[in-house]
């Protein structure tokens, strides 16, 4: 299985590991977990895309916004390649970002979760 937690935060410098990735990787130890944000350099999304196309596991996509109003970046673009050519099993919406919602809006079906927590709940239930 394949994870993929995407970040969106005001500044780079607020970055910090997601507790949702610690969960993933203790409870699911062979699976492979990316972590990116909206202040990654375009060569890390290329690469993660490659990283996704390349692997015939299912793809989990949690996306947490800490700033409602926080750049994308690049992440639009790369969110269009991953859900037109690797959809994912389930993606999970925390925070709120309108901006993001409404691009996922347009291609797929997400959850909204309240906490790191509750996106395992709906893994779980998968």
Known sequence: MLFLQLTLTESAAEFKPAPWVNAIKSRYPEAEVM????????????????WLLQSKDGLIL???SFHREASTGTMFRFLQDVLQKKK????????????????IRAFAEYKVVESEEE???LLNSK
């Not at 972590?35 to 690469?47: A, I, R």
């Open 88 to 103: 994912p099993l389930l993606i999970t919406v925390q925070g709120n970002h309108a901006g993001i919602e409404k691009y």
């Open 119 to 121: 996106a395992l709940m």
């Open 35 to 50: 972590e990116l944000d909206n202040h990654s350099e375009l060569y890390l999304f290329q690469k993660t895309l490659s």
């Open 62 to 64: 949690h996306i947490h």
